[in-house]
């Protein structure tokens, strides 16, 4: 009997080392790639970075897993930061959230560009493959993608917005960037804070509006306190993002994984970040007209005037963006302008 019994242990053993010969390799060499949100599960943002993820995984025949994280290694202006010094693996960044660290980017951000984040998102991206001052300003990290969200409306809770004075005297929440010297310039009352602050800030009468794209009404969760919207062609903001893996993660991925993450970047990934927006903003519209929320088209009146008063603004980041390296912003932000165009449904 105990002869018989060690024959059974070792006809099983050899059975075992069978089956683990045909496991792919993968299964033995599995990378986890832990993913950062400082937005809310259910965000266009969270819920794309994670799709993104979800799909590397697939194409390598599973060598990658997804970790999303329960909650962000670090507050929105130091997610930049925390990625490259690996903190996570990969999230988001707000190019506006850090003031004076990103200046080119700034390009994308001016008023009247597109209304579809999907164009303005790929335009973005074909920009930074042909202009490497953009690269210059994301070293320490690997970017998989630069893109934007959706057109940016004018919320609030006191009254309709219908032309310039209507902005004056109310109390606003901006998230940085551009828009910081757009509302400026326009003279309201500004105050930069990150938008995940933004229900806390509105409920409370701390700040009388904000400026988001339509689906973060949605998505902060602010629908019971907007009263009022007022939305402009092309947006009357935009806000630059970028979305980053750590380097030092990405040189250590075996050969056939970096290039998937190669093909999964640029173009590819700006567009399903683009497109995920489109796609949440077409909800949000829908949620608040729903929510009984009260629109304002700008008319043409207003529009110039919010034209002729930004244009100085664009005037300063041409200097700037001269002053830092960059060969003839001005025709590049034409050039961008023409790009969406030519992208936009």
């Not at 190019?95 to 990103?102: A, D, K, L, M, S």
């Not at 509105?202 to 700040?207: A, F, I, K, R």
Request: hydrophobic content about 45%; aromatic content about 8%.
């Amino acid at each position: 009997m105990a002869s018989n019994a060690r024959h059974a242990v070792v006809a099983a053993a050899a059975s075992a080392a069978a089956l683990l010969s045909l496991a792919p390799s993968g299964a033995l060499a599995q990378t986890t790639l832990t993913l950062s949100s400082w937005v809310p599960p259910a965000h266009t943002l969270t819920e794309t970075q994670k799709a993104w993820c979800e799909e590397l995984g697939k194409r390598t025949q599973g060598k990658v897993k997804c970790n999303p994280l329960p909650r962000a290694v670090a507050a929105p202006p130091g997610t930049f930061d925390a990625v490259r010094n690996g903190l996570a693996d990969m999230s988001f960044v707000v190019h506006g959230y850090t003031p004076g660290r990103f200046t080119y980017t700034q390009m994308v951000e001016v008023p009247f560009l597109g209304d579809s984040a999907e164009a303005t998102s790929v335009a973005f991206q074909r920009i930074y493959n042909k202009v490497p001052q953009f690269a210059e300003e994301h070293k320490g990290v690997k970017v998989i993608a630069v893109f934007t969200h959706g057109p940016g409306i004018v919320f609030n809770t006191k009254r309709p917005v219908t032309k310039m004075d209507d902005l004056v005297g109310l109390k606003w929440r901006i998230g940085g960037g551009m828009i910081n010297d757009i509302t400026k310039a326009l003279g309201m009352n500004v105050t930069l804070k990150p938008a995940s602050e933004s229900y806390e800030l509105l409920s409370s009468g701390v700040m009388d509006g904000t400026l988001f794209p339509a689906e973060s009404v949605e998505g902060f969760k602010i629908d019971k306190i907007i009263k009022y919207a007022t939305r402009f062609p092309g947006g009357l903001y935009n806000t630059s993002f970028v979305f980053i893996m750590n380097q030092a993660r990405y040189d250590g991925l075996p050969a056939d994984v970096k290039k998937a993450v190669d093909e999964m970047s640029g173009e590819y990934a700006a567009r399903m970040m683009g497109r995920g927006w489109d796609n949440v903003d077409r909800r949000g519209m829908a949620f608040m007209q729903a929510a009984g929320v009260q629109f304002t088209q700008a008319d043409a009146a207003f529009v110039k005037a919010v034209g002729e008063k930004t244009a100085p603004v664009i005037d300063a980041w041409v200097k700037a963006a001269e002053a830092k390296g960059l060969p003839n912003p001005r025709k590049l932000l034409a050039d961008y302008r023409a790009e969406i165009k030519k992208l936009q449904p």
